[in-house]
């Protein structure tokens, strides 16, 4: 057996490279490193030199490590094993914290997950499967729903597969923007094979994949999965990290598809290029400020408007229902396991594509408004979102999405608009005695690691911003003006 050969870049890797760093070598991102068995060196004919190594050709391309993974068994070995390290469920936040089987069972889960995060790593870094992208590929308006096998090309009993098959969606489905000096607020931004006439750039978006993915059934069957719960956890059971992968990647697809063409380059930075990032409060200007007039309120916001086709699927399902769930998403969560998972942002995408769902929806559908309203569930969930989200981004995403909510539509005649402020403003006043009950947390606690517990600044950002912008005459209504002095009262004190 011949001795283990390197070559990249057309020069083999010899043992005068040992024990250097790859910056050293002038190694690259994504630098192929071809791997072999080479035979003993031969001499050349006539000279008594030996042949470099380099001069042996390269291993063809069908057995390069990667390409062999995307095939099979080996492809399906890689699931399988991210659905087994899947199985190690965490326990529950309501085990006691001396029972050493929990403890057990936390450790085993901490320990899969990592495992599967580096199964993970090692499946985004091969090819995208040709199979599975040719799939979608072929998707066209003229199929229908009946005409494609979307249980074979969305399997929802496997997240890890499902979340596979979603990534491929988003890549396919995203719009290239195009980088411009000024924006014109039109298609051309978003699609450059466009002109800057608006009816060839509507043509333009409906020969585009996206509308196709629609056409062929493919958004109602993300709303069916979302709204089937089978990415929600169990009773008693916990949320996983895969399950809010898969879950963050499915809302994002939904905000995506459901955003209406003449509004993309709205939305652009909400759903397809949200970074993450959480932006500061303004401040409110106290001095001299004066009530805000009828045509004042919800001044500066940009509420993109959904398609017909979403407000058709979703007539008659328990969409704000599952919204309204998955918003808070820290029920039965052991403390430890909080702490690995605040590690990764797909919680906060989450609350984000939820709540701006929620309040796209909300905008172009006064219904949506009426049923929250309605729900006995309301005032538990603004308890929740306001002051018992541990984590800070996303209690302030949850916050910011509650206040585009309670502000949407206070411009039109529609006084369900109204009356839901009223509604938002009096039940967040009823949770002014356990907001001064949470102690502030002092800048110390933030010198190692960012702290996980409640927390009231986001809940009297948005207390105030609410107050602020009901109308005088609607001030004047009993069961509200009692709250106002009740706050009042207390911040005097």
Same mark, same amino acid.
């Given at each position: 057996?011949?001795?283990?050969?390197?070559?990249?870049?057309? $020069?083999?890797?010899?043992?005068?490279?040992?024990?250097?760093?790859?910056?050293?070598?002038?190694?690259?991102?994504?630098?192929?490193?071809? %791997?072999?068995?080479?035979?003993?060196?031969?001499?050349?004919?006539?000279?008594?030199?030996?042949?470099?190594?380099?001069?042996?050709?390269?291993?063809? =391309?069908?057995?390069?490590?990667?390409?062999?993974?995307?095939?099979?068994?080996?492809?399906?070995?890689?699931?399988?094993?991210?659905?087994?390290?899947?199985?190690? =469920?965490?326990?529950?936040?309501?085990?006691?914290?001396?029972?050493?089987?929990?403890?057990?069972?936390?450790?085993?889960?901490?320990?899969?997950?990592?495992?599967?995060?580096?199964?993970?790593?090692?499946?985004? *870094?091969?090819?995208t499967c040709p199979n599975m992208l040719m799939a979608f590929q072929s998707i066209s308006d003229e199929q229908s729903n009946d005409g494609l096998n979307w249980k074979e090309l969305l399997k929802i009993k496997s997240a890890h597969k499902l979340l596979y098959a979603?990534?491929?969606?988003?890549?396919?489905?995203?719009?290239?923007?195009?980088?411009?000096?000024?924006?014109?607020?039109?298609?051309? +931004?978003?699609?450059?094979?466009?002109?800057?006439?608006?009816?060839?750039?509507? &043509?333009?978006?409906?020969?585009?994949?996206? !509308?196709?993915?629609?056409?062929?059934?493919?958004?109602?069957?993300?709303?069916? /999965?979302?709204?089937?719960?089978?990415?929600?956890?169990? &009773?008693?059971?916990?949320?996983? %990290?895969?399950?809010?992968? !898969?879950?963050?990647?499915?809302?994002?697809?939904?905000?995506?598809?459901?955003?209406?063409?003449?509004?993309?380059?709205?939305?652009?930075?909400? #759903?397809?290029?949200?970074?993450?990032?959480?932006?500061?409060?303004?401040?409110?200007?106290?001095?001299?400020?004066?009530? =805000?007039?009828?045509?004042?309120?919800? =001044?500066?916001?940009?509420?993109?408007?959904?398609?017909?086709?979403?407000?058709?699927? %979703?007539?008659?399902?328990?969409?704000?229902?599952?919204?309204?769930?998955?918003?808070?998403?820290?029920?039965? *969560?052991?403390?430890?396991?909080?702490k690995a998972q605040s590690d990764h942002r797909s919680r906060h995408e989450v609350s984000h594509y939820s709540m701006w769902l929620l309040v796209s929806w909300a905008h172009c559908c006064s219904l949506v408004k009426s049923s929250l309203a309605d729900s006995d569930?309301?005032?538990?969930?603004?308890?929740?979102?306001?002051?018992?989200?541990?984590?800070?981004? #996303?209690?302030?995403?949850?916050?910011?999405?509650?206040?585009?909510?309670?502000?949407?539509?206070? +411009?039109?005649?529609?006084?369900? $608009?109204?009356?839901?402020?009223?509604?938002?403003?009096?039940?967040? *006043?009823?949770?002014?005695?356990?907001?001064?009950? *949470?102690?502030?947390?002092?800048? @110390?606690?933030?010198?190692?690691?960012? %702290?996980?517990?409640?927390?009231?600044?986001?809940?009297?950002?948005?207390?105030?911003?609410?107050?602020?912008?009901? $109308? /005088?005459?609607?001030?004047?209504? #009993? !069961?509200?003006?009692? $709250? /106002?002095?009740?706050?009042? @009262?207390?911040?005097g004190m």
């Open positions: 057996m011949g001795p283990v050969r390197m070559i990249s870049s057309g $020069h083999e890797l010899t043992t005068d490279y040992d024990e250097k760093a790859l910056h050293e070598l002038g190694f690259k991102d994504m630098q192929m490193v071809f %791997v072999s068995l080479g035979a003993p060196r031969r001499e050349r004919k006539g000279e008594g030199v030996q042949l470099p190594a380099s001069c042996l050709p390269p291993p063809q =391309k069908d057995n390069i490590p990667m390409l062999l993974l995307l095939q099979e068994p080996h492809l399906t070995t890689l699931f399988d094993l991210l659905e087994m390290l899947a199985s190690f =469920k965490p326990p529950s936040g309501k085990a006691a914290v001396d029972d050493t089987e929990s403890l057990r069972c936390e450790e085993l889960h901490l320990h899969a997950e990592n495992l599967s995060r580096r199964v993970w790593e090692l499946l985004m *870094l091969l090819p979603l990534e491929i969606i988003e890549a396919l489905g995203k719009p290239n923007r195009r980088i411009r000096r000024e924006s014109t607020g039109s298609y051309s +931004d978003l699609y450059p094979d466009s002109d800057d006439s608006s009816e060839d750039q509507v &043509e333009n978006s409906k020969n585009s994949w996206s !509308c196709k993915f629609v056409a062929a059934g493919g958004l109602q069957q993300l709303l069916e /999965i979302f709204n089937s719960a089978i990415l929600e956890p169990k &009773e008693q059971e916990s949320w996983t %990290v895969w399950q809010l992968d !898969c879950l963050a990647c499915l809302l994002k697809l939904i905000c995506q598809f459901a955003v209406d063409p003449s509004d993309l380059d709205l939305a652009y930075h909400d #759903v397809f290029a949200w970074s993450g990032i959480a932006e500061s409060h303004r401040k409110r200007t106290w001095p001299g400020k004066s009530r =805000k007039a009828a045509g004042d309120h919800a =001044k500066g916001l940009h509420i993109p408007r959904l398609t017909e086709v979403f407000l058709v699927l %979703v007539q008659g399902t328990s969409l704000i229902q599952r919204l309204m769930s998955v918003a808070y998403t820290y029920d039965n *969560l052991a403390p430890r396991v909080l569930h309301l005032q538990d969930w603004l308890k929740k979102l306001t002051l018992l989200i541990p984590e800070t981004a #996303v209690r302030h995403e949850s916050c910011n999405g509650l206040y585009k909510l309670s502000l949407s539509g206070l +411009d039109g005649g529609d006084s369900i $608009h109204r009356s839901f402020l009223l509604l938002a403003a009096s039940t967040l *006043l009823k949770f002014l005695p356990d907001a001064q009950a *949470l102690k502030p947390i002092r800048m @110390d606690d933030y010198e190692e690691e960012p %702290v996980l517990k409640p927390g009231c600044k986001e809940y009297f950002w948005l207390l105030c911003k609410l107050v602020d912008n009901i $109308h /005088i005459k609607d001030a004047s209504q #009993v !069961c509200l003006k009692l $709250h /106002i002095n009740l706050l009042i @009262d207390k911040l």
